[in-house]
């Protein structure tokens, strides 16, 4: 373990798998209590148990993300348990890929739900929490920095053919990582994004063909897609104190996908 984020309490929604894994147990071995946010029980238990035994303190929430009230019982679970939250990490989303003109109405408003609406609803209930204290601490002197962590991706930059939906989304979360900045940076909380790509189980079904592997690939500057765990130092990054200059910024951790 280190101490780059001793002291902070950290809550990953969608951890149990992927980035939002490799992130949840990154951040416990950098000294950090977190909140291990899945549906999967089986899977947010087993990265609890994965820090707890490198040294570090966790405990998992279920809560599936989408609704104010979800939101609501998140903050609430980190206090239960924590006492405090320093920062959020808005990694939860799903893709139902699909074209336009064969998109359903299901289709569209679930990856709207759980990638829009329950980024927003989830940053509007850690805010409401901040909001009294941070206002109280900057009357006797400059508030703690608090953070939100926001995820994009290349959809969400430049479209993608088959994902108007999860384009959409992703692409309102900039706005909405832009707007909190101006927002709540008078109070120290600051709101970046991340738009990262990485070899997961959702991207390793694409590399299973030799010949669309290549083709694949060859849309990456840098020929390859990261492991977990290297796209997920940048969010340990945007978490600790070397980025609490930083907000309103859209970070690519891509291999140049999106340039």
């Known amino acids: ?94 893709m139902r890929d699909r074209m336009t003109h064969n998109m359903t109405d299901e289709e569209f408003d679930s990856v709207i739900h759980v990638n829009l609406r329950g980024t927003w609803a989830c940053g509007q209930a850690a805010i409401r929490h901040w909001y009294p204290i941070a206002k109280e601490e900057a009357r006797s002197g400059r508030p703690a920095v608090r953070k939100i962590i926001n995820v994009t991706s290349a959809s969400g930059l430049k479209g993608a053919a088959g994902q108007s939906n999860y384009a959409s989304a992703k692409m309102a979360i900039v706005g909405l990582t832009y707007t909190w900045a101006k927002e709540y940076g008078p109070l120290n909380i600051t709101c970046n994004a991340v738009a990262p790509t990485a070899l997961t189980r959702m991207t390793e079904p694409l590399l299973e063909d030799e010949a669309a592997a290549v083709h694949r690939l060859s849309r990456f500057p840098l020929g390859r897609y990261a492991p977990p765990e290297e796209v997920a130092r940048t969010y340990l990054y945007l978490a600790s104190a070397d980025s609490d200059y930083m907000t309103g910024n859209i970070v690519r951790i891509d291999g140049g996908l999106a340039i």
Request: charged share 20%.
């Open 1 to 94: 373990m280190t101490d780059q984020l001793a002291n902070k309490v950290c809550i990953v929604t969608g951890a149990g798998r992927g980035i939002g894994r490799a992130t949840a147990v990154g951040l416990g071995a950098a000294g950090a209590s977190v909140l291990v946010n899945d549906l999967d029980v089986d899977a947010a238990e087993e990265v609890v148990e994965v820090i707890r035994d490198n040294g570090g303190m966790a405990f998992s929430n279920f809560e599936r993300i989408g609704s104010t009230e979800a939101g609501e019982a998140l903050v609430g679970s980190a206090l239960e348990h924590f006492g405090k939250l320093d920062v959020l990490i808005n990694n939860a989303g799903l």
